[in-house]
């Protein structure tokens, strides 16, 4: 039972804070447009599909996802492709990356209320601080933990831990927020600490989440620390 106030509140990024999957789409669209107009053969949308399934053998954050694709179709790496499609990739991203709507207000109140705030992501770090930074949101954050401080993916307790540790305070005086149940609940709840799962994320229709809160927007969270701490 919850007996403890909370002091901090931590939250998952991609699909939480900001949506990553609207970037990664309107990105890869992008650079496979300069790409074909810098001469690779194929149909936009087919293009498109071979990339994610890349993504999907690989990893979503894979960096060499392009390169993949522009071999499989020419036999050889084409640097003049290649570049015309990492350049289309980041005009993509950089245009795509924005918080969700309240994102920024909930932040504000949290921090009115006397929380710390942070998050706690799967992404290597470089991409973590770029997102956060993209997405104006790096100066709110107290703490960020990345896949490169544990070398481990949630739903391992390990970043969670981390997380707390460096806070310096009890786990049932932290709330993190994610929208991947296996992931982000799992190992927060393995962890130990308060859990929310962001229903207006990747994963709205998933059902026996397991966690302590279901929310269907932000600032429904303002509420829940409130009843907690009162």
Same mark, same amino acid.
């Given at each position: 039972?919850?007996?403890?106030?909370?002091k901090a509140v931590l939250f998952d990024l991609d699909n939480?804070?900001?949506?990553?999957?609207?970037?990664?789409?309107?990105a890869v669209e992008l650079a496979v447009d300069y790409m074909?107009?810098?001469?690779?053969?194929?149909?936009?949308?087919? !293009?498109?599909?071979?990339?994610? %399934? =890349?993504?999907?053998?690989?990893? @979503?954050?894979? $960096? /060499?996802?392009? +390169?993949?694709?522009?071999?499989?179709? !020419?036999?050889?790496?084409?640097? %003049? =492709?290649?570049?015309?499609?990492? @350049?289309?990739? $980041? /005009?993509?991203? +950089?245009?795509?990356?924005?918080?969700?709507?309240?994102?920024?207000?909930?932040?504000?109140?949290?921090?009115?209320?006397?929380?710390?705030?942070?998050?706690?992501?799967?992404?290597?770090?470089?991409?973590?601080?770029?997102?956060?930074?993209?997405?104006?949101?790096?100066?709110?954050?107290?703490?960020?933990?990345?896949?490169?401080?544990?070398?481990?993916?949630?739903?391992?307790?390990?970043?969670?831990?981390?997380?707390?540790?460096?806070?310096?305070?009890?786990?049932?005086?932290?709330?993190?927020?994610?929208?991947?149940?296996?992931?982000?609940?799992?190992?927060?709840?393995k962890a130990g600490l308060v859990t929310v799962f962001a229903?207006?994320?990747?994963?709205?229709?998933?059902?026996?989440?397991?966690?302590?809160?279901?929310?269907?927007?932000?600032?429904?969270?303002?509420?829940?620390?409130?009843?907690?701490?009162?």
């Open positions: 039972m919850q007996t403890k106030k909370i939480t804070l900001v949506d990553f999957m609207r970037m990664k789409n309107v074909l107009n810098a001469g690779l053969p194929g149909e936009k949308q087919s !293009l498109v599909k071979e990339i994610f %399934k =890349i993504y999907r053998r690989t990893h @979503i954050e894979s $960096q /060499r996802a392009l +390169d993949e694709l522009i071999i499989s179709k !020419l036999g050889r790496l084409d640097y %003049k =492709i290649l570049s015309a499609g990492v @350049i289309g990739y $980041q /005009r993509g991203r +950089d245009m795509s990356t924005y918080p969700y709507p309240k994102v920024e207000f909930v932040l504000k109140e949290l921090l009115k209320m006397g929380m710390r705030l942070g998050t706690i992501s799967d992404a290597p770090a470089e991409q973590c601080y770029n997102r956060l930074t993209r997405a104006h949101l790096i100066n709110w954050m107290d703490l960020v933990i990345t896949f490169d401080d544990t070398q481990e993916y949630k739903p391992s307790a390990k970043p969670f831990l981390l997380a707390v540790e460096k806070l310096g305070l009890d786990v049932k005086e932290v709330l993190y927020v994610g929208d991947w149940p296996e992931r982000d609940v799992v190992g927060s709840k229903r207006w994320g990747e994963h709205p229709q998933a059902k026996n989440t397991g966690a302590d809160f279901e929310l269907d927007s932000i600032e429904q969270i303002l509420d829940v620390v409130k009843k907690i701490n009162s």
